[in-house]
């Protein structure tokens, strides 16, 4: 069970998040909250493996909130939920210490996997926000430099994957479209991680790129 603390302002918008994340049975919520220091109470007196916070907060917005929770419980997981697309964002996010990144305008499949994901340990960037770093690092000279032959040994159903996660498609589109298991399409993800050593998507897309893995 993964046990959630979720922390947004507004009642309707927390409250569908959480309609959302309880309607699978690994996850629970275990305490709500509008501000940081409502989430900063809540950690004293119970057991939770990872928070959902917004960044536009009261009193403790979500980056203060990101930076309290990593000084004093380090092993506990936060994961950004916003409307700010912007890199900066997304870069300070993670300069932090943060393990997710998501906009809230992304869909429930990707919502859930990307909770598991991070609770295994990893780190996550949603797909909207992973092309759109792509696209930057393309257009960026720094990133157009030669570089060695891969010497890495995929499979060709890896090389699949690979393109299609570059694509945007998420592990139950790949699934629908390659007739495997969500199970097989996050085996293989994580296959492509490990081989690469990349922390998460938009680290294995960008490896793709600079190796002529990507059409």
């Known amino acids: 069970m993964i046990r959630i603390i ?5 009642n309707i918008v927390r409250n569908g998040i959480k309609l959302l994340l309880e309607a699978d049975e690994q996850i629970k919520v275990l305490g709500e909250a509008t501000n940081g220091l409502e989430v900063m109470e809540l950690l ?4 939770v493996d ?5 960044i ?23 994961v950004m939920l916003s409307m700010h697309d912007h890199e900066k964002y997304v870069m300070e996010a993670f300069k932090n210490g ?26 996550y960037l949603c797909a909207e ?23 890495i040994d995929f499979s ?17 589109e790949m699934s629908e479209k390659l007739f495997l298991s969500k199970r097989t399409i996050e085996g293989h993800r994580q296959s492509l991680l490990d081989k690469t050593g990349s922390k998460n998507s938009a680290a ?11 059409q």
């Open 129 to 151: 926000l992973t092309m759109s770093l792509m696209d930057t690092m393309l257009q960026s000279k720094q990133y157009l430099m030669t570089m060695s032959d891969n010497e």
């Open 50 to 54: 990872l928070i959902i916070a917004d």
């Open 6 to 10: 979720l922390a947004e302002d507004h």
């Open 56 to 78: 536009n907060m009261p009193q403790m917005d979500g980056m203060q909130l990101l930076r309290e929770v990593k000084a004093k419980y380090p092993k506990t997981k936060v």
């Open 98 to 123: 943060g393990d997710g990144y998501l906009l809230k305008n992304i869909a429930a499949e990707e919502l859930i996997f990307a909770i598991k994901f991070i609770n295994q340990g990893y780190r």
């Open 204 to 214: 294995l897309i960008r490896y793709g790129v600079l190796h002529g893995l990507i």
């Open 156 to 172: 060709l159903r890896e090389l699949e994957i690979l393109q299609l996660i570059a694509e945007g498609l998420t592990n139950l």
């Open 44 to 47: 004293g007196s119970a057991e």
